[in-house]
């Protein structure tokens, strides 16, 4: 059974550093077909990808957030993190992780969201 | 960037009845590389279609995606109460995932 989990702080404060961390299990991060995303979505809004990350290590950002944003993994741990400095009030979200296929590029399964605000 | 927007922003239908919505990009995605999600209040969102028209596992066949270049499609030929719900596109090209803005479809 594939699942992914989201853990990080429920409240940051604005130009702090958000740490969030995607826990899967039912699947390896070494596997080759498979990847994680992140993907953020503000209350009452559209869906917004973040980056992503491969078992071979690729990586790829979102453009219009590349320079705040930084993904790694730890396959021993079967986690993905993803940090987003210089965080602002427009960052309040639900952030998702979900898993995404190599050959198709869709997220197969995703975690249940972790709503993040940003305020003071 | 490759820009997708998604028509109309709401739909307003009964069960029963046949849904199409749309999904137009700035510019030529790949066919292997278009996906449709289905979105309900309080949840992560589902894979329905993959590959502009492959079905993720467990959908029903009454869901259906079509499309290529710039246009592509999601059919429900004939909607279930459980249907309405808020679906996205998303597409991957140039090292680069974007989603639509979303179409909502309620019940009439």
């Known amino acids: 059974q594939v699942t992914l989990k989201e853990s990080g702080p429920v409240l940051v404060k604005p130009t702090e550093t958000l740490t969030l961390t995607c826990t899967v299990s039912g699947f390896s991060l070494s596997n080759a077909r498979m990847g994680v995303s992140w993907i953020r979505q503000p209350p009452g809004k559209a869906l917004e990808w973040l980056a992503h990350?491969?078992?071979?290590?690729?990586?790829s950002y979102s453009t219009s957030l590349k320079s705040r944003l930084t993904i790694s993994k730890d396959t021993s741990k079967s986690q993905v993190v993803l940090t987003m400095t210089n965080m602002d009030p427009v960052d309040t979200a639900t952030y998702y992780c979900?898993?995404?296929?190599?050959?198709?590029?869709?997220?197969?399964?995703w975690g249940q969201g972790t709503l993040v605000t940003v305020s003071s | 960037e490759i820009v997708l927007t998604q028509s109309p922003g709401t739909l307003s239908l009964s069960p029963g009845e046949r849904a199409t919505l749309s999904c137009r990009a700035s510019?030529?995605?790949?066919?292997?590389?278009l996906a449709w999600y289905q979105q309900k209040p309080g949840q992560a969102p589902r894979l329905l279609i993959y590959?502009?028209?492959s079905r993720a596992t467990g959908i029903p066949d009454r869901f259906s995606g079509s499309g290529s270049g710039t246009d592509f499609t999601l059919t429900i030929s004939r909607l279930e109460p459980e249907d309405f719900a808020v679906y996205y596109c998303q597409q991957y090209g140039s090292s680069s995932v974007t989603f639509g803005q979303g179409t909502k479809l309620e019940i009439k």
């Open positions: 990350i491969f078992s071979n290590d690729e990586k």
């Open positions: 510019q030529s995605v790949s066919s292997s590389y």
């Open positions: 979900a898993r995404m296929d190599s050959g198709s590029y869709s997220c197969d399964y």
């Open positions: 590959g502009a028209s």
